[in-house]
């Protein structure tokens, strides 16, 4: 099984105020946290696509061992940091897992994902908390070629999933840590006390899984135990 993981760090953090992916996060900066839980198996390949503030964040990814790449195109919007992080993956990759550097998740919730992924041979899976869906979002290798043709005017990665909504699996998580994302100070302070108090609790498991149906019926499906 050939596994990727695409780690988008090239927005300006205009809101924040400074770079996201250099904001610590416990004993780390944010986007070396992410690559250490994106580096675990059965991810055999991080790559980080940069833009903004790209020469102070690239020894960071460097040393955390991933792939960096640098999006000239940055200030155009998300879709074109995919597009390049796409055509950098290898076209025989079975598994593709796409987060934005602003969205911390523990190895074990993407460890999940990609199981029941590939487990259930799904197209996309994304997880779920109380029925809203989060991040990241796994997709099948045969989406290569659509992930590399994303556009911001049809909602990048979004307008993707609408596109293959009948064949969208949900896995739903017992922790609202799926949803966890940051823009401002603000959001970046209660995101981190969120998510370490939920680490240190014991929490990101799942529950079970639930397939939208193409006909818009739901199937439910048991976990092992």
Do not use: C
């Not at 946290?33 to 020469?55: K, M, N, S, T």
């Not at 597009?83 to 950098?88: F, I, V």
């Not at 370490?196 to 193409?214: D, K, L, V, Y």
């Amino acid at each position: 099984m050939t596994v990727a993981a695409i780690l988008l760090a090239g927005g300006e953090s205009s809101r924040m105020g400074q770079p996201k992916a250099l904001l610590p996060w416990g004993a780390q900066k944010l986007v070396e946290y992410q690559i250490d839980q994106l580096r675990q198996p059965p991810v055999e390949r991080v790559i980080v696509v940069l833009g903004h503030e790209a020469e102070r964040i690239k020894p960071v990814v460097e040393h955390a061992g991933a792939e960096v790449l640098f999006n000239e195109l940055y200030k155009r919007g998300r879709a074109s940091s995919l597009r390049m992080g796409a055509r950098a993956v290898v076209d025989d990759t079975r598994t593709i897992v796409i987060l934005d550097v602003d969205q911390p998740r523990p190895g074990r919730v993407v460890q999940r994902l990609i199981e029941n992924h590939v487990r259930a041979s799904n197209l996309i899976t994304v997880p779920t908390f109380q029925g809203k869906r989060g991040h990241p979002t796994v997709v099948d290798g045969w989406l290569l070629p659509e992930l590399r043709r994303v556009r911001e005017r049809t909602e990048g990665l979004r307008g993707l999933l609408e596109q293959h909504e009948a064949d969208v699996v949900e896995l739903p998580f017992d922790s609202e840590v799926v949803l966890v994302g940051m823009n401002t100070p603000q959001e970046y302070e209660a995101a981190k006390a969120k998510y370490f108090a939920e680490e240190e609790a014991g929490g990101f498991e799942h529950s079970t899984q639930i397939r939208r149906a193409p006909h818009g019926d739901r199937v439910m499906q048991g976990e092992e135990p």
